[in-house]
């Protein structure tokens, strides 16, 4: 079978069975699905949109598409310290996407559900004349009155991030063919790290009881903590030598220095970007062996309304090129 | 501002506001928002996507494009017996929309959701090559363990419907200029009926502990009542002569007596379709007045099956074109 298959087929082939586990989702079969909190939990809920040619290339493999659209929500559950509970995909599908199409991507999506402990629960599928257009909406569990929000950066907080900090960014410039002096192993790394962002589910619910405010970096590392000050009216100073670096990003960066400002603005990292008070800090070793997630003080939260970027030299840094704002 | 606006000002302009009434929308300015259903209570979740140029035209309105998207799931939170809580958004946005687009768009959600009880709490606006498209997802409440459902329709139940089948249908022909012997008025009413179909909210929660199963008619009265058959495993049997007709749908049957396979198999009707026990039936003159919606017997459950449709001299009645299926 090469061909489309109509909505119902669609539905029983691929979707129904990722419902499985989920009994509340009648096989998606019904109008709705019916969920149930746990006692004392609430639910987080999340949407994201991708749409072919502005998300992600119309030469993606559907196994690609499928991880970062949950992945991307998923990170948006990991920032508010969420347990993934259940999601639904609206597809809007043009012509072209074929049932093996529908078989790749819905086998990631079975593969993913697994790993990180999310359900299919419903959604929508319609054609369109226009680009694969893609929303999902997730939802999660936190303790009620819990939950990690953006609004809680207090002054003389240390500023820290998962992970290593570009390396989506960059990633999209391999994919674009636009960074292209790297070794293959770099290159593929880069690559992997923009099409499969590993959201910091587990970092998010240890984080809980420990941060001031979180936010997962979508926008890029600037800009999000731009987010973060604007909404807890507080500064931050930040410095260049201390961004955590995957090998790949580096080798990359010292090629081409100006590479530093889409590490800085680039976005696509899904890292967490969270603040805690100094106390926090001897809690890291212990933590990073938990969360098997590596963490990493950049700056302080300060009570000037800005954001002050500091280079190697102790200098204060303007970026080169646009692609954020200084909020 | 005839431009198109940034997704950062169409949130805080037109979006936002809407988020208002929600304290865990956080104004949409946090990665997710926090909903906590009232104790006892479980959440109805049904997504709905519609595209430009295929679920609406080009010419619409933003305003009854927002109506219908907001109504179309609405309608599923009515036939589970849900009561409207919160909904997201996702749109994604071609170049031609502009600022006033979105002021219409955003104001007729303002209006539906004080009408329906329902608040926005988060989404995504992005950008699209293609035509607009919007993808909601609503979530309403209900008693846990309690809601609505297709398959526990009973042999012997009687068939009901609320309101009037098959305006919907015959409407999206007015609009495509494709019926357009009616009065004004007639027209006027099946384009209304068309573009703002009225979810019967009221209607599902009096059914709760009334009917045995319930399902809105989107698909079409005949695919819809097989719906309801195939989860409940049994059969039907429905009456043309029983079918209520708005005076606008009679009028344009008695010109072309064709169209009742519109009528039958169109869809877009969002009215409840329900089985219930004969019991059911002295409560519907209290049950009409106090949810302002015409109630009517069209047939019964049956134990083979099938769905067999009688024409108004007791004959069985074959559909003349094809748009519906017998299950």
Redesign the interface.
Known sequence: MTNRPSEFDLIATYFAPLSASEP?A?QL?????????PPGQ??????????E???FLSSDAPEDIAAKLLRVSLS??A??G?RPA?Y?????VPAGITSEWFKAFSQNLAEDQQEFAITL????T??????L?L?L?A??F?E?GN?L???GAQIGDDIWVSGTIGDGALGLLVAKAELTDLKSSQSDYLLSRYRRPEPRLKLGLELLDRAHAA??ISDGLIADLG?ICE?STVGAEINIADLPLSDAAAAALSREPDLIDLVLGGGDDYELLFTAPSSFEPDVPSLKKRTETSLTKIGSITDTPSIRIFDQNGGEYSPVKKGFTHF
């Open positions: 509340g009648f079969s019904d109008d709705a699905a019916i969920v149930t909190p609430s639910l987080v809920v999340t949407t994201d949109a991708l749409v040619g502005v998300h948006d559950l920032s508010m969420a259940s639904s995909l609206a597809i809007a629960i419903g959604g929508d319609v054609s369109t004349t226009g680009p257009t929303s909406n939802m999660g936190v009620t939950g929000r953006r609004n936010i997962d987010h909404t």
